[in-house]
């Protein structure tokens, strides 16, 4: 069985943002909470976890720009597969947060996109250089770190 081609990200429609679409959508006390808890939880390392805090607020958001808390989902997704060690999935997963992540700016909703997309360009080519086979030796040092300002 040959590797899927992991090259492109799955682009929809509806993740491809214009600028105009990029605002930063009305978060209630609650998103708030769930967002704290999931980016505290990212920041420990429980990225399965994370994704559920996180999801909680992406489905409660229907704005255009609710695939910035999709894209955290899927990279919180990605790190999971790497402590999994399932390749295919990591790439696959750093590919469609990075599409996602691309037209936002440097800093929403408190958080510092731009080491984020770094470390995402970092980690697709340390995934794709290292393969199935060798993904345990990936450098932990890409594995990016949410740096989030909760709004006073």
């Known amino acids: 069985m040959s590797e899927k081609d992991l090259s492109k990200a799955r682009i929809k429609p509806e993740y491809v943002l214009a600028t105009e679409e990029i605002v930063e959508p009305e978060m209630s006390e609650q ?26 607020v992406w489905k409660r958001h229907t704005e ?23 390749h295919h999935g ?20 408190g958080v510092a996109l731009k080491p984020i997309k770094r470390l995402l360009k970092d980690g ?8 199935p086979n060798k993904l345990e030796m990936f450098d932990r040092d890409l594995v990016a770190r949410i740096q989030f300002d909760l709004p006073a």
């Open 31 to 56: 998103d708030w909470r769930d967002f704290a808890r999931g980016v505290d939880l990212f920041n420990k390392g429980e990225f399965w976890e994370s994704h559920e805090a996180l999801e909680y």
């Open 64 to 86: 255009a720009s609710r695939v910035f808390f999709q894209a955290l989902i899927q990279l919180a997704a990605a790190y999971h597969q790497l402590e999994r060690g399932i």
């Open 90 to 109: 990591v790439v696959k997963h750093f590919r469609n947060a990075e599409s996602k992540l691309a037209p936002f700016p440097d800093r929403f909703l």
């Open 124 to 131: 697709i080519s340390e995934a794709d250089g290292l393969g």
